[in-house]
């Protein structure tokens, strides 16, 4: 709350009374239905993750809420030692129990670092709370459990016309796009466009862990956690009924993973996903379709959803699908996504491993007054981003300013350890400063023998290897005729990276064949000595 709010309230509570103090807290209102608490800015929403007391009142906003990163940084005021933004109610008691009406406005850019915490969102928990009208974009949260872009945990709430976007990551269970696990009530209306990763139990687009309805639903986020069982791209593990509903994202899990839904104890009516884009085949729950088919209408009209133009179905008007909005699939009426101007129209980001490196490559279709491009890594199971290269300090990443050519770009990671697991997100800078987060990829850097250094060689070279597991391991070397002139390593080693140095001796100049094997892993380079 800035220091003209409060002696504004000083000024207030001496004229007029205490009630009077109270209602100044905010931007106005008492905080009842017909006189809500209102809230216009950063300061407003200050007060009210600070003031528990509040949480079972009614609130509207009034205006778009936009945060910098200096907030969340030392001397801002949602630094909190570094934890960022205080989620609104907590797993005690103090949960959220009030109405929000968002209005329709959009809170930009909010940080929340509490990877030891649960309930972890927006909302943190709440009780028998009715919020709606609200869009949260560009998120970037970390928890524990129960990790959601709007809530981390509702209980008996009910949530319309509500999206959520950016990227959030979790190092226990129940992460969800919009909500990370809900009980009872209700979900409608509502769409998430949320990246997800590390996590472990029960992970989904929208939710992670369900037990309440969801009607007229979707999300297009992708969700790439290797280690997680039960992930969905709409739900993780479900126990409600779904109707109307869709998931677009794509999907890594490493069991009961599926396009719409991972596991599934209910039913899931009309509700689809895309088979293409998912790259899963298979879901617990809904029927696949191609993306051509996720952007015909009669996929869905044939299923009896309520679209503007037709009457067949109803005449609520629900969903609308325009080839200009939300990438030609679906979008809610009354719930469009935001109009985010963006630099960059990306068509594709890869990562692939090539001996001691991984290969970062991605082409854009158009550019408006793009700088650049940032590359941050993070090992797989971590929940903070290192920025490893800039468009300020590589060439390679420099942006071409305002194109409607396509342009592919490609970045090499030298400092790596083999047989580690990877996590790369992309962003790309406009000329105001804005950030723009691309996604990210996952990539195991290969096991086995990477190339020798130096090769050819003279007199010694170094020889780098990797091993997935925990084997009795053999590296040996042969010479063309296929005879064994040195073994090199014969010893039970254990999972990681290894090296050695390699100096013949008696040897005469000519092609060697290094030779690794250990348990299912075999693996042969060719290598020259020059004497």
């Known amino acids: 709350m800035t220091d003209m709010k409060k002696n504004l309230c000083g000024v207030f509570a001496v004229l007029f009374g205490f009630s009077i103090l109270v209602a100044g807290t905010y931007s106005g209102g008492s905080g009842t239905e017909v006189n809500p608490y209102l809230i216009s800015d ?93 869009n949260l974009i560009n998120i970037d949260f970390s928890g524990k459990s129960c990790v959601g872009g709007l809530c981390g945990n509702s209980d008996y709430s009910i949530m319309e016309y509500c999206s959520s976007s950016g990227e959030i990551s979790g190092e226990g269970f129940y992460l969800g796009g919009l909500v990370g696990m809900t009980s009872k009530d209700s979900i409608n209306y509502c769409f998430s466009n949320v990246n997800i990763s590390s996590s472990l139990v029960r992970v989904g687009g929208l939710v992670g862990d369900n037990n309440c309805n969801i009607n007229n639903c979707y999300s297009r986020g992708d969700i790439i956690i290797p280690n997680c069982v039960y992930t969905g791209g709409l739900i993780g593990r479900n126990y409600s009924g779904i109707t109307n509903c869709y998931s677009t994202g794509k999907i890594v899990a490493s069991s009961n993973g599926g396009g719409l839904i991972g596991k599934n104890g209910s039913t899931a009516d009309n509700s689809f996903w895309d088979t293409e884009t998912s790259e899963m085949s298979s879901s617990d729950g809904g029927t696949g379709k191609t993306s051509v088919e996720m952007k015909t209408l009669s996929t869905f009209i044939n299923a009896g959803w309520d679209f503007s133009g037709e009457t067949a179905n109803g005449s609520d008007d629900i969903w609308s699908i325009s080839p200009e909005i939300n990438d030609g699939y679906p979008y809610l009426v009354d719930n469009q996504p935001p109009e985010l101007p963006t630099p960059v129209i990306l068509t594709s980001f890869r990562a692939e491993s090539i001996d001691e490196m991984v290969e970062l490559t991605w082409i854009t279709e158009s550019e408006v007054e793009n700088l650049g491009f940032i590359i941050e890594k993070r090992m797989s199971g971590e929940s903070d981003w290192i920025k490893i290269s800039c ?141």
Not at 95 to 113: E, R
């Open 42 to 134: 950063k300061d407003d929403l200050l007060e009210l993750c600070s003031t528990n007391g509040d949480w079972d009142m009614y609130f509207s906003q009034t205006a778009d809420i936009t945060f910098s990163e200096a907030d969340f940084q030392s001397g801002g005021d949602f630094y909190n030692s570094g934890s960022g933004f205080s989620p609104i109610g907590n797993p005690s008691v103090d949960h959220f129990s009030g109405t929000y009406d968002g209005n329709n406005h959009v809170v930009d850019g909010l940080i929340i670092n509490r990877s030891s915490e649960d309930y972890i969102g927006f909302f943190g928990r709440t009780s028998f709370a009715k919020i709606n009208n609200l």
């Open 391 to 531: 468009f300020n300090e590589d060439l390679v990443l420099r942006g071409a300013g305002t194109t409607t050519e396509t342009h592919s770009y490609c970045f090499e990671d030298h400092d790596i350890k083999i047989g580690t697991s990877y996590e790369y997100r992309l962003s790309d800078v406009d000329y105001d400063g804005n950030i723009y987060h691309r996604g990210f990829l996952t990539v195991m850097t290969e096991c086995g023998l990477c190339k020798a250094c130096p090769n050819p060689f003279n007199p010694s070279t170094t020889l780098h290897y990797a091993l997935p597991e925990a084997f009795q391991t053999s590296l040996k070397v042969y010479d063309i005729n296929g005879r064994i002139v040195e073994t090199l390593v014969d010893d039970y080693q254990l999972k990681g990276s290894y090296e050695i140095s390699w100096q013949p001796e008696d040897l005469g100049t000519g092609v060697y064949f290094i030779h690794l094997r250990s348990g299912d892993l075999c693996d042969v380079k060719k290598i020259v000595y020059l004497k």
